[in-house]
T-cell receptor, first 112, second 109 residues
Framework: KAGVTQTPRYLIKTRGQQVTLSCSPI?????VSWYQQTPGQGLQFLFE???????NKGNFPGRFSGRQFSNSRSEMNVSTLELGDSALYLC???????????FGDGTRLSIL | AQRVTQPEKLLSVFKGAPVELKCNYS??????LFWYVQYSRQRLQLLLR??SRESIKGFTADLNKGETSFHLKKPFAQEEDSAMYYC???????????FGTGTRLQVFP
């Protein structure tokens, strides 16, 4: 079974731009969550999606948004990028809510 | 407030020595506790969850609700245990994980 796939692996953007990150969960997994990892703040929860509905949202500004499609694939979008958005963005999927989560390799976003 | 505290950033031991990685939590309600591990150049992966009450790779963790702790233990460390370890909690029927800041375990030969 293929693991969680995140694309792209690396991204370089400039301030003010927007970006879309993609996550393909393990086949059959219906729950997808996103996390931001930085050296200063560690791993912080962004969103949780299940059945195309956002079930939980972390303490991030409205510039951060996401969605989940009917095939459980998920995207997250960050608009008006700031230098502080430079981070590793991790996606995790699980068979159902409350079940063990499997993480992807992440997308490393660098803002110049 | 919901919080996970891992007081040690780095823990260094020699091979064969016992290991204890500390984790304390703050949560109103009954959380589910996890240990995740990230080996060098690998993705974050689940090591243990408290409801499973199992031993993985020789590691065990016991939930102590009185002390609000979920320390990770192994009686004899191996070099291949060197990795970053994260303690995390979640609430009921949610995948939202609150992570600690992590402890890097170095096992010297």
């Amino acid at each position: 079974k293929a693991g969680v796939t995140q694309t792209p692996r690396y991204l370089i953007k400039t301030r003010g731009q927007q970006v879309t990150l993609s996550c393909s969960p393990i086949s059959g997994h219906r729950s997808v969550s996103w996390y931001q990892q930085t050296p200063g703040q560690g791993l912080q929860f962004l969103f949780e999606y299940f059945s195309e509905t956002q079930r939980n949202k972390g303490n991030f500004p409205g510039r951060f948004s996401g969605r989940q499609f009917s095939n459980s694939r998920s995207e997250m979008n960050v608009s008006t990028l700031e230098l502080g958005d430079s981070a590793l963005y991790l996606c995790a999927s699980s068979l159902d809510r409350g079940q063990p989560q499997h993480f992807g390799d992440g997308t490393r976003l660098s803002i110049l | 407030a919901q919080r996970v505290t891992q007081p040690e950033k780095l823990l260094s031991v020699f091979k064969g020595a016992p290991v204890e990685l500390k984790c304390n939590y703050s949560y109103s309600g009954s959380p589910e506790l996890f240990w995740y591990v990230q080996y060098s150049r690998q993705r974050l992966q689940l090591l243990l969850r408290h409801i499973s009450r199992e031993s993985i790779k020789g590691f065990t963790a016991d939930l102590n609700k009185g002390e609000t702790s979920f320390h990770l233990k192994k009686p004899f460390a191996q070099e291949e245990d060197s990795a970053m370890y994260y303690c995390a909690l979640s609430g009921f029927n949610t995948d939202k994980l609150i992570f600690g800041t992590g402890t890097r375990l170095q096992v010297f030969p």
